[in-house]
């Protein structure tokens, strides 16, 4: 049984205008006060309470900065909370920033290796899929180069390959609907489709609202990291499209909240 | 704990494909290969004892092992040390997918260095056969025990400093400079008792890494093994470094992402 369950939870983190501290502001900022840029608290996540249960659809929806992504990772077990509790039952396959992270020096096929491993398969589970995802992702002879020498579209046909040859329990996607040239998007699309047939339960985060209403069964809507509204597909997106309209002539749709936009 | 322990585990396959990964990459492309990493301890033992053999009248049969065996803990140390504060950058897009133990990064790179030590020191061991004459069987496995917490302390200096790195991005430059000043006032290339005849004796006892360098060095120069004392003081040591690191990953491991 696959489940989701967030208890209050509330994230809150420092950042830096650069990231990290160093030497001269340590000793620079002690001296001149004005120079000493501050680290600032942004408050992503407020108080948000969720239960996802087997067989639920869940589309995360809201403008830029609302928390839709944070939250994702946050379900992911990437951000630990501040505050709250989190508990997720049920394998989890997340697909977020598939692009990133390669081994540069490594080929295709041995970076293959590495995603599903990482994703916790074994050498014997790997070996099964390792054709399927080859196949998938029409790279042919490029597999046994270097990443190092794909084009960005060649990468995120790999990634996408690999992240979709998993059998998942809980599946976390971000923004990946759209993946390499127009031929693979099409293809992308169906596979994204069945991997989400398969999954037990799964969380979407998508600017594109028909998809979004597609895929998923239940919607949520993120507001400076508060839940502002859930409820069924039809009846929040209409919901939020009419907001977006009314905000987008008074000028209020200004991504992020005042703290927000710091990040 | 076991928890966290059983993570590490869980995604052995994950950090042993990088080690091995980070081995090949290493050469690849290289006509020698592998064989790099026994020419580069070879050539420096070659240089370093010629100069030693002539400023301090050194007996080379003795001193190339000394030397040798210096140098490649040296190296492993070093590397240990300034690749160590990139650990965590250089994993980012996987932290950022995936929450798999930190732990694990810093294992991989303590076991790609492990790696080239185990190369450079066979040939050490070589070395001193052919130089003071076979050990003895006793005396070699004490060696076994050392390695151990010569990997305990890499893995620890590399996770301490790699975390102190994601949060004072001036740590990787101070470690640079702060090597360099090392590697002259340790024992690696010159007799140790050159210093303590000086009347520099807490130089000798104030280096964390000498301990390590007598319990390698003892077995293969002198036939014996190392004393208890020195097994308990390399303990204490890598034992501190490890309880340090440990502590430090714990606390902040969940709020490194925030500042990567």
Request: net charge positive; glycine share 8%.
């Amino acid at each position: 049984m696959a489940n989701i369950s967030l208890k209050n939870v509330s994230l809150a983190f420092m950042v830096k205008q650069d990231s990290g501290y160093n030497l001269k502001d340590i000793l620079v900022g002690g001296f001149f006060r004005k120079h000493y840029r501050m680290p600032k608290q942004v408050q992503a996540l407020d108080d948000i309470s969720l239960e996802v249960n087997d067989g639920e659809r869940l589309g995360i929806i809201g403008h830029n900065g609302a928390g839709k992504s944070t939250l994702l990772r946050l379900i992911a077990g990437i951000y630990q909370p501040s505050n709250g509790s989190r508990k997720v039952a049920g394998r989890i396959s997340s697909l977020f920033d598939i692009a990133l992270g390669f081994e540069q020096e490594a080929t295709g096929w041995e970076n293959i290796r590495f995603r599903c491993y990482l994703q916790g398969e074994t050498p014997r589970s790997v070996d099964n899929k390792l054709q399927e995802i080859a196949d998938f992702s029409e790279l042919g002879e490029f597999l046994e180069m270097p990443v190092r020498f794909y084009s960005s579209g060649m990468r995120v046909r790999l990634a996408f390959s690999i992240a979709t040859a998993i059998d998942p329990e809980v599946l976390l996607v971000d923004e990946v609907l759209a993946a390499g040239d127009m031929a693979f998007q099409a293809k992308a699309f169906e596979r994204m489709r069945a991997t989400i047939a398969k999954a037990h339960l799964m969380v979407m985060v998508s600017h594109d609202l028909e998809r979004t209403a597609e895929l998923c069964n239940r919607i949520i809507w993120l507001e400076h990291g508060k839940v502002r509204q859930v409820g069924s597909a039809g009846e929040i997106i209409p919901a939020y499209k009419e907001w977006t309209r009314i905000a987008a002539s008074t000028g209020k749709a200004k991504p992020g909240g005042t703290v927000l936009s710091a990040a | 704990m076991t928890d966290y322990l059983n993570e590490i585990w869980r995604t052995r396959f994950f950090w042993m494909s990088l080690v091995r990964m980070d081995l090949r990459a290493k050469y690849r492309g290289s006509a020698l290969g592998m064989g790099w990493s026994l020419i580069q301890p070879i050539a420096m033992t070659t240089v370093f004892c010629g100069v030693s053999a002539t400023l301090f009248h050194q007996e080379i049969a003795s001193f190339a092992p000394y030397v040798m065996t210096g140098l490649t803990l040296w190296s492993f140390f070093s590397q240990c040390t300034s690749m160590g504060c990139y650990i965590f950058h250089q994993a980012e897009a996987y932290i950022r997918q995936h929450p798999a133990p930190m732990a694990i990064y810093p294992i991989r790179l303590m076991l790609a260095n492990t790696f080239h030590l185990l190369i450079a020191l066979s040939l050490a061991i070589a070395l001193s056969i052919w130089g003071t004459g076979f050990p003895g069987i006793l005396p070699l496995l004490s060696l076994v025990p050392s390695l151990l917490l010569i990997m305990i302390m890499g893995w620890s200096i590399s996770c301490l400093l790699g975390i102190l790195n994601v949060y004072f991005r001036d740590v990787k430059h101070i470690t640079e400079v702060a090597l360099q000043i090392l590697m002259y006032l340790t024992p690696i290339w010159y007799p140790e008792q050159l210093l303590r005849e000086k009347g520099l004796s807490w130089l000798v006892n104030a280096n964390p890494i000498v301990p390590f360098l007598t319990l390698v060095r003892t077995p293969l120069l002198t036939h014996e093994v190392p004393s208890v004392e020195m097994y308990g003081l390399a303990t204490i040591i890598a034992g501190g470094f490890f309880l340090l690191a440990a502590l430090n990953l714990r606390q902040r491991e969940s709020r490194l992402i925030f500042f990567l």
